[in-house]
């Protein structure tokens, strides 16, 4: 495709200035990648909430970090050329981090992981590319619906409001809280909302505002940096390879965990179809039921290897949806630069030493408006649905129900079976079952009448 025809299709869709098959200069994919990295908030958190959850040395927590990476850039590198073909950016699930902090107490790590190994295994045969006949194929229909990706994207943006204030503000006892905090986190953020509202007239313009998130984090952490105690000395002492291990926790299945795990990928894989279906329509391109199949089956390949060397199941990040927005550059090509920068250096202990001394409280803040941007994004695509009295509801029970089980009291979960406490704390696995059940009874009763 041609520069001049992927502008054509931008300037119809109104959302990408840069088409999704459209190429850019190195350095601009190069900046643009890296600031994809910065905008993956489960990428600088989830390998040190699992370290401290099971009291890991220091050498295993910088493993994870690694293998995070590298199962992350292996996964986008397969989406961005070879089977989906978006700029879709995947980054470690929350809900597999929740399932295995839930089963790895009481089953050890090698268990867990071994577990959800058999469960990827299961999806990827679900997920065959077959162009007559495919499972997947037939989910994406019924997720094609406005109502069900609206919602979906909806529960994230919402579910994600409990990273973006309570870690801009920080805790009690830490490094700039509070007043630090705020106002590097809050330059980091008007530097954000002001750059990507720049015209898109002038070449000038258009640079800063595909950087605006870069931009703002680096400069909210040199403003941080200098009024606070950093750990950028500790980068270079740690100049370390990691090299992946097959099963560095040990080995072990077990069938209830399996099924978990099973079901824990379930709206991971609801959600990045939804995600496929908002992009490939802001990008004006067709997403044939083959095409949603080869993405969802590049997805569990590319996680189930990840777990088998210690790295969590991925999906579809709704952080870096908001980013293709505000920068408005589609190409995939910039994906794939994410993508080698992710594997590459993941293997690197310098590099993670870096994203580790990035001041969360930063991130956070520039992570508030891209959360900001993927709410209203969804409450756009709902505005596509049909509002009767049946997708009322649809809309309406799913969200509020999955929602209010970010405030279930702690001693509420505990008292359940393990699995239902996984399906109550986790609103997007919630909310995708009730999405499914109601869609479906809906359906049922629809048949039934005409009948």
């Known amino acids: 495709m041609t520069a001049t025809t992927s502008a054509t299709k931008s300037e119809v869709t109104g959302v990408f200035d840069v088409g999704i098959d ?3 200069p190195i350095p601009t ?4 990648g890296v600031q994809n990295i910065l905008g993956m908030a489960g990428l600088l958190i989830f390998p040190a909430l699992i370290g401290s959850a099971f009291h890991l040395p220091a050498q295993d927590t910088a493993y994870l970090y690694g293998i995070t990476f590298m199962t992350s850039g292996l ?12 700029p879709i950016v995947q980054g470690p699930y929350a809900g597999a981090l929740a399932a295995l902090l839930a089963v790895g107490h009481e089953a050890g790590l090698g268990t867990a992981f071994g577990s959800m190994v058999v469960a990827g295994a299961v999806w990827c045969v679900l997920a065959l590319p077959i162009r007559r006949f495919s499972l997947i194929g037939r989910l994406g229909k019924f997720v094609r619906d406005p109502v069900i990706p609206g919602v979906i994207v909806l529960i994230l943006a919402t579910q994600l409001t409990s990273t973006a204030l309570p870690n801009w503000l920080g805790t009690p006892g830490r490094p700039g809280f509070p007043g630090m905090n705020l106002g590097a986190g809050a330059i980091a953020g008007v530097l954000v909302l002001v750059l990507t509202l720049l015209p898109r007239r002038k070449r000038w313009s258009r640079t800063l505002r595909r950087g605006a998130v870069l931009v703002a984090i680096v400069a909210g952490t040199l403003v941080f940096a200098v009024f606070e105690p950093t750990t950028f000395g500790e980068i270079g002492r740690h100049a370390t390879i990691t090299v992946p291990r097959p099963f560095p926790f040990g080995f072990g299945v077990r069938g209830e965990l399996v099924v978990i795990f099973f079901i824990t990928l379930l709206p991971a894989v609801a959600e990045s179809i939804a995600t496929y279906d908002i992009v490939a329509g802001w990008g004006g391109q067709e997403l044939t039921p083959y095409r949603v199949s080869q993405g969802v089956f590049g997805e569990v390949v590319g996680s189930t290897i990840g777990a088998a060397f210690g790295g969590l199941s991925t999906l579809a990040y709704p952080d870096n949806i908001g980013l293709l927005r505000t920068t408005r550059v589609g190409s995939r090509y910039v994906t794939l630069a994410t993508g080698v920068i992710l594997l590459v250096l993941g293997g690197l202990g310098p590099f993670d030493r870096l994203l580790q001394a990035v001041p969360l409280p930063v991130l956070a803040a520039a992570g508030t408006v891209l959360f900001g941007v993927l709410f209203a994004s969804a409450v756009e695509v709902l505005s596509h649905a049909e509002w009767h009295q049946e997708n009322i509801m ?12 970010l405030f279930i009291p702690a001693a509420t979960l505990k008292a359940m079976p393990l699995t239902v406490q996984l399906v109550l704390g986790q609103p997007l696995i919630l909310g995708t079952l009730l999405l499914v059940a109601l869609k479906t009874a809906f359906r049922l009763r629809r048949i039934r009448t005409a009948g």
Do not use: C, D, W, Y
């Not at 996964?75 to 978006?86: A, E, G, M, N």
């Open 394 to 405: 649809l809309a309406g029970i799913p969200f509020i129900t999955a929602i209010g089980g």
């Open 22 to 24: 459209e190429r850019v």
């Open 29 to 32: 994919a190069v900046g643009l």
């Open 75 to 86: 996964v986008v590198i397969l989406q961005s050329v070879f089977l989906l073909r978006l």
